[in-house]
């Protein structure tokens, strides 16, 4: 069975400042892939970055950076210069190659402070 | 539809009585997921449709929950004698193929009270 933990309930950060959301997944298995969304109030789970996990190069998207960890099983989500539009819920998620579901974790709530 | 559009978008109901939520899906996305997001929760796995395949139930709670997918594209998730424990917001979303490798588009869910 899959596993995805986010051990921090909430984070908070000054605007324009870089906030890290932590990660770590198990899996028995080598390929997967990666996942964090972002849920503001208005409750829809948006995609914010992907990672294939036989890439070792970390993806990024614009201000979104993830710190992978094959070895470790981490998978951190960098945020850089905040912005108040990032406050919301973060999950980590999990998906096995060949497997339909999403494995989440339990999700991280960022506050931007202004 | 141009995302994932759920109904209603929030339902107060009586404990005891059956509710039912709606999805659906981006046109010609064949797999559809229903997941369960309770207060200070992660997201909760229900019920997966991929096309004409039988669906996979296994996250389903209870037989009070159920769910069907007509003709390939809505889905109805139905909720029978309603408990408080149920209450959670029903995320529902749609995948272009049953290999999802990126990701899933979700609705805005629908968020359920039971009083």
């Known amino acids: 069975a899959q596993t995805v933990t986010q051990s921090q309930p909430e984070m908070s950060v000054q605007e324009a400042e870089t906030v890290t959301l932590s990660c770590t997944y198990d899996?028995?298995?080598?390929?997967?892939?990666l996942f964090w969304y972002k849920q503001p109030p208005s409750r829809q789970m948006i995609l914010v970055i992907r990672?294939?996990?036989?890439?070792?190069q970390n993806a990024t998207e614009n201000r979104f950076s993830v710190n992978f960890q094959k070895a470790a099983k981490s998978f951190s989500l960098k945020i850089s210069d905040s912005q108040l539009g990032d406050a919301a819920m973060y999950f980590c998620?999990?998906?096995?190659?060949?497997?339909?579901?999403?494995?989440f974790g339990q999700g991280t709530r960022l506050t931007i402070n202004p | 539809g141009a995302g994932v559009s759920q109904s209603p978008s929030n339902k107060v109901t009586e404990k005891g009585k059956d509710v039912e939520l709606r999805c659906d899906p981006i046109?010609?996305?064949?797999?559809l997921y229903w997941y369960r997001q309770s207060l200070g929760q992660g997201l909760e796995f229900l019920i997966y449709?991929?096309?004409?395949?039988?669906?996979?139930k296994s996250g389903l709670p209870s037989d009070r929950f159920s769910a069907e997918r007509t003709g390939g594209s809505v889905s109805t998730l139905t909720i029978q004698r309603t408990q408080q424990e149920d209450s959670a917001v029903y995320l529902c979303?749609?995948?272009?193929?049953?290999?999802?490798?990126?990701?899933?588009?979700f609705g805005s869910g629908t968020r359920l009270t039971v009083v």
């Open positions: 990672q294939e996990a036989y890439k070792q």
């Open positions: 449709f991929q096309g004409n395949s039988a669906p996979d």
């Open positions: 899996t028995s298995e080598s390929d997967y892939y």
């Open positions: 046109s010609g996305h064949t797999a």
């Open positions: 998620a999990l998906k096995i190659q060949g497997a339909q579901k999403l494995v």
């Open positions: 979303a749609s995948s272009l193929t049953a290999i999802a490798n990126y990701g899933y588009t």
